[in-house]
Nanobody
Framework: QVQLVESGGGLEQTGGSLRLSCVVS????????MGWYRQPPGKPRELVAA???????SHADSVKGRFTISRDNAKNTVYLQMNSLKVEDTAVYYC???????????WGQGTQVTVSS
């Protein structure tokens, strides 16, 4: 059984920074890709950033230059450094891992990020 546990969310002011972490544990044969999604209030879930095992990253246009995804393969951990936070970054942030030959998708429970003006 695969488990993803996020941490690091909270309340921050505009312009501030937060760092999210996500640890993947369980029956992990091969993690192909890890990423962060977010779901603002009343809106659909959207991809924020992703990173492959080889370190190739992608970031949504809305966060480029402000957010940085990274990972520690030895610790099965992915991070999201969020700088210059904006009110519109307020959302529940979910960690995602794609594992195995079929790239099965697994999700964390979500962590709330609230940015106040």
């Amino acid at each position: 059984q695969v488990q993803l546990v996020e941490s690091g969310g909270g309340l921050e002011q505009t312009g501030g920074s937060l760092r999210l972490s996500c640890v993947v544990s369980g029956s992990i044969f091969s993690i192909k890709s890890m990423g962060w999604y977010r779901q603002p209030p009343g809106k659909p879930r959207e991809l924020v950033a992703a990173i492959t095992t080889g370190g190739i990253t992608s970031h949504a246009d809305s966060v480029k230059g402000r957010f940085t995804i990274s990972r520690d393969n030895a610790k099965n951990t992915v991070y999201l450094q969020m700088n210059s936070l904006k009110v519109e970054d307020t959302a529940v942030y979910y960690c995602n891992a794609k594992i195995g030959a079929r790239w099965d998708s697994y999700w964390g429970q979500g962590t709330q990020v609230t940015v106040s003006s």
